[in-house]
């Protein structure tokens, strides 16, 4: 968890007479520590998405503090602050002109405020609002796997900004990253875009692990504005890395927190089709007739009707190597056209008649028969969920 440069610097701006000169448009830069650096060799040990003071110790000329200042955005440090007194008596206009250039907030604070006081007020604030954002994401997954009393966890909520008849949509994001020994880093990369997207926005929002995904929990009544949080989520991955993609599954808006386990499950299922379809982005809400087979719990119907229709065909294939499924399924994506199916394959229309035939032998049904083609493509259905 990170608290927003904007937050701080609303909050402490008036308390420690901060001045901001530059970087506006880096407010939004997420802070998940504060250090005093004085020696830009030290840059390189930084973490990033840290606050830093300097008081200018080292501070030989304007040419150094401006080599500084470069060293700390190469760092990804989130936002520069500067005590001004006898060692920087004022800020050269080439810093303040870097710092907008590269949207890293650029701030000034007077040499009569201690340091230690602003830095340990910083990492106070930093730490209670970690320990806020986990205490409610805790409450709302005992809400969510009902686990305690909901009455005494649904006042909790109330009492950190959350409505007793607040809208939430959940967002189940998977990564696909090839080297599973990045996989720690990725996430926390991952929750830091999340974290950036909706700080930016000034959204409310809660975030938590589940099966290696992460669940994002976003209070909003309007679709829009959801698919806005993901559009925006998926290009700044793009923009910012190389190192993995997501699948996301995002659920429904609804209303209040008792049912809100429904809601979870639909994100859940919704990340799985979108693994399996092979598709960045699946909303529940666009599942058609998913929605009806994901709302079957007992998965050994679904596979029972599966193997009623498919078995035979299958096993067919195994036994011959052939790909009598792989022209089933072109064939319904076809709208049951010999012509195109035809052109897709090309095969001759005769083959592609024959093929029918063939298939109607060894499965039993009648492809031209309405009913039995739906059969087939409920099967194929069934085929991306179980």
Not at 4 to 27: D, F, I, T
Not at 121 to 148: Q, Y
Not at 171 to 189: A, F, G, P, Q, R
């Amino acid at each position: 968890m990170a608290i927003a440069v904007s937050k701080l610097y609303r909050n402490c701006a008036s308390l420690y007479q901060m001045q901001l000169l530059a970087g506006h448009k880096g407010l939004g830069n997420l802070v998940e520590w504060v250090h005093i650096v004085e020696d830009q060799e030290v840059s390189s040990f930084l973490h990033g998405h840290e606050l830093i003071f300097i008081a200018g110790y080292m501070c030989h000329n304007n040419e150094w503090l401006l080599n500084f200042t470069k060293e700390l955005y190469k760092s990804d440090t989130s936002a520069f602050v500067i005590n001004l007194g006898p060692y920087i008596k004022s800020v050269p206009k080439e810093v303040v002109d870097f710092c907008n250039e590269v949207d890293m907030p650029l701030f000034t604070i007077p040499w009569k405020i201690r340091l230690v006081d602003v830095t340990r007020d910083f990492c106070t604030r930093i730490m209670h609002n970690e320990s806020v954002e986990a205490s409610v994401a805790s409450t709302l997954k005992d809400i969510i796997f009902k686990v305690g009393d909901p009455e005494t966890q649904i006042q909790h909520m109330e009492r950190n900004g959350y409505k007793r008849d607040c809208h939430l949509c959940f967002v189940n994001i998977s990564l696909n990253n090839e080297d599973v020994n990045y996989s720690t880093e990725n996430m926390e990369k991952l929750k830091l875009f999340v974290e950036q997207i909706a700080r930016t926005s000034q959204r409310m929002f809660i975030s938590f692990t589940y099966q290696s995904n992460l669940i994002v929990v976003l209070s909003e009544s309007d679709m829009y504005n959801v698919r806005k949080f993901v559009d925006d989520l998926v290009s700044l991955i793009r923009k910012k890395t190389d190192k993995f993609t997501v699948n996301i599954g995002v659920s429904s808006i609804m209303q209040g927190f008792l049912n809100q386990d429904i809601n979870f499950e639909n994100a859940v299922s919704s990340n799985e089709m979108a693994q399996k379809r092979k598709v960045r982005t699946a909303y529940y809400d666009e599942l058609d007739i998913y929605k009806v087979l994901l709302a079957v719990k007992d998965k050994k119907i679904l596979r029972n009707f599966y193997q009623e229709v498919f078995g035979k065909l299958e096993q067919y294939d195994m036994e011959n190597g052939s790909d009598l499924m792989g022209f089933l399924h072109a064939y319904l994506e076809n709208n049951g056209s010999p012509r195109l199916v035809s052109e897709e394959q090309f095969i001759h229309r005769n083959t592609v008649n024959n093929q029918i035939k063939k298939i109607e032998k060894i499965t039993g049904y009648n492809i031209l028969n309405l009913e039995e083609k739906v059969r087939f493509s409920i099967g194929f259905m069934i085929q991306d969920i179980i």
